[in-house]
């Protein structure tokens, strides 16, 4: 095979020297989220830095203690219904935005360009600007309604970039044969798009969700009078000096790969399946 | 009749997103714009049209202070991720050899990315505080004999946070670029005699350029504006134009606040400009 045969060839010196920086690079992404890991489990008597002083679950515990730390429950509960909000809403307009731009039609590049700049231009001045287009307007800013959007503006960009990049690949002589079978265009997206470019909604989804999530920029003057939990993070890192911060990084840390394995989970899954098909 | 199908379909299709951009992003600029030429006193802003707001900001040496030293901030951030993550995707790209690896390795780079920010900042905290990993370290290597002060809270640790935030950034499109370089290429210039070195240059980087400029406009502009990392890491001590802005919001100026964002819009725009010269984004999808 032609791979026995690749690997059998000898690497150049400068791959070494490579993958050592490499190695660094993972070190240097990994390795700080490492230490608040461990820190989180500081004895109850322990501080902000090592040395660890015992290992204890308190700082979890004190997490969910309301008056210790201000509102983790319900700030995680409002980003967790947001950011799946966001999520549902991104998947679909993304694939229907996809389908949409595989034609040219008029008003095709403004509606492009108006996401690049959804993308580029800072997350303070959506904030701003929503916030203050709420003001003049005399809407209260809930999490629900204006920082859903600000929210949104950040994952359609995502969303619709990832179905360019699917569909420019994507072969249409599919759905001509199922067309031709006597397939009506809805049941040619059923049985014959969504399964293909199913792995790719997925995708699509766990961006949105995260990126919703984590989101706190965007949030700042959109959220109105509940704080969504990057707010509530936020607003612990100035006033809160013991390793509950660290407790809730972790938490919440462990929360998003949750997402990120599920996600890649179901893909793993869906590509199996479609393989057993075949 | 059928392509007259098809377009009221492609209407159809496209109408919420545009419909959202529309309100949530191009008349919240608008509002900002039209807001910049208000008035406000200490309880609410009121409508008028002035030019104060501009003249007060354009006049003012700190405006002009903070912006260089958000430049600064832009510049050095950039020139570290774009080295970085150039080293990483040439690595994926061309030192690893099967697609799985790659695949598990850039995944490896890229699941950082979809974790809080402000996490990943406040876990620089341990590592670089006075009593800190590093430099509790030093002192027992005997390095130095007093903690270093400048590590955290400082300049330097803004950057640090910033490059450990954003090389994904550089290292996702250049990857992407690397990954169309046809391999048959790189073979013809090492046949030609080209060492390792001059294929790099003369082949592979010039090949990459659409991945970089990519990678540059969102690593600048995402710097440019950003208010959360300077407050966090400078401990207060910095300034840079987002956080002038959030501080504005946060006095209730927000005619103010908004001619700083319109200035600092124009700025990200004039660069952007600038780095698209380099580059046609739709090409590249």
Known sequence: MAMSRKTRERRPTSFYFLAAFFTLFVLFLYGPMLTIFILSFQGVNGGLTFPMNG?????????????????????????????????????????????????????????????????????ILISLGIGLLFNIIEWQPQWFTSALGAHLTWTFPFGLLIMFAVFNRFDPSYEEAARDLGASNWQTIQYVVLPMVGPSLIGVAMFSFTLSYDEFARTLMTAGALNTLPLEIYGMTTNVTTPVLYALGTVTTGFSFLVIALALGSVAILRMRKGQKA | MASDTSK??????????????????????????????????????????????????????????????????????????????????????????????????????????????????????????????LNSALINMGIVDQPLEFLLFSDFAVVLADVHLYTLFMVVPIFNSMMRIDRSLIEAARD?????????????????????????????????GDFITVRLMSGGQSASVGLQISNEIGLLQYPAAAASAVVLLITVLLIVTGLLRLVDIRKEL
């Open chain 1, 55 to 123: 290992f204890s679950f308190h700082w979890f515990g004190n997490l969910f203690e309301r008056q210790a730390v201000g509102d983790f429950g319900g700030s995680f509960l409002r980003s967790l219904k947001l950011g799946l909000i966001v999520m549902v809403v991104t998947v679909v307009v993304s694939f229907m935005a996809g389908l949409a731009f595989r034609r040219r039609f008029k008003g095709d590049s403004i509606v492009f360009y108006l996401a690049i700049a959804s993308l580029i231009v800072p997350s």
């Open chain 2, 8 to 133: 009221r379909s492609s209407y159809f299709l496209i109408t919420p997103m545009a419909a959202i951009f529309a309100v949530f992003l191009v008349i919240p600029l608008l509002t900002i714009v039209i807001v910049s030429f208000w008035d406000y006193d200490e309880y609410r802003i009121l409508p008028d049209f002035i030019l104060e707001n501009y003249s007060y900001l354009l006049g003012s040496s700190v405006t002009w202070s903070i912006y260089l030293n958000t430049l600064k901030y832009a510049a050095l951030t950039w020139v570290f991720t774009l080295l970085i993550g150039f080293t990483v995707a040439y690595f994926l790209a061309f030192h690893v050899r099967s697609l799985t690896w790659q695949i598990v390795l850039f995944m490896l780079c890229t699941i950082p990315f979809w974790t809080s920010n402000i996490i990943r900042m406040i876990s620089w905290i341990p590592f670089l505080g006075r009593n800190g990993l």
């Open chain 2, 192 to 224: 030609a005699g080209a060492s390792g070195f001059e294929t790099l240059k003369s082949v592979i980087v010039p090949l990459s350029k659409p991945g970089i400029a990519i990678g540059s406009i969102f690593v600048i502009t995402v710097v440019m």
